[in-house]
């Protein structure tokens, strides 16, 4: 079973900046892409950002300029650097990331807990 673990979370205030990890593990061949979405409350979930098997990255406009996705591929992990965070910024952040299980024939998309950012003085 794959379990995508996220951290970094917390209460920060504005212009702050928090760094989110996401740890997959499990019975895993393969990870293509991997990535970041949040959901405020009464929102839909939206992408944040997201990074392909080949290294190519996608941001929100809102985002762009202030956050950074990147990966450790050998680790399994997922990190996003949020910088210059807003109060609008609040909301739960989770972790997504295609995945070949070992004896798969085809990738599944699996999804973290979500972790809380909360931008607020």
């Known amino acids: 079973q794959m379990q995508l673990e996220e951290s970094g979370g917390g209460l920060v205030q504005p212009g702050g900046s928090l760094q989110l990890s996401c740890v997959v593990s499990?019975?895993?061949?393969?990870?293509?892409?991997m990535g970041w979405y949040r959901q405020a409350p009464g929102k839909q979930r939206v992408l944040v950002a997201t990074m392909t098997g080949g290294g190519s990255t996608d941001y929100a406009d809102s985002v762009k300029g202030r956050f950074t996705i990147s990966r450790d591929i050998a680790k399994n992990t997922v990190y996003l650097q949020m910088n210059s965070l807003k109060p609008e910024d609040t909301a739960v952040y989770y972790c997504?990331?295609?995945?070949?299980?070992?004896?798969?024939?085809?990738?599944?998309?699996?999804w973290g807990q979500g972790t809380q950012v909360t931008v607020s003085s």
């Open positions: 997504t990331a295609e995945i070949l299980p070992f004896g798969a024939d085809r990738y599944l998309t699996y």
């Open positions: 499990g019975y895993i061949f393969l990870i293509n892409g």
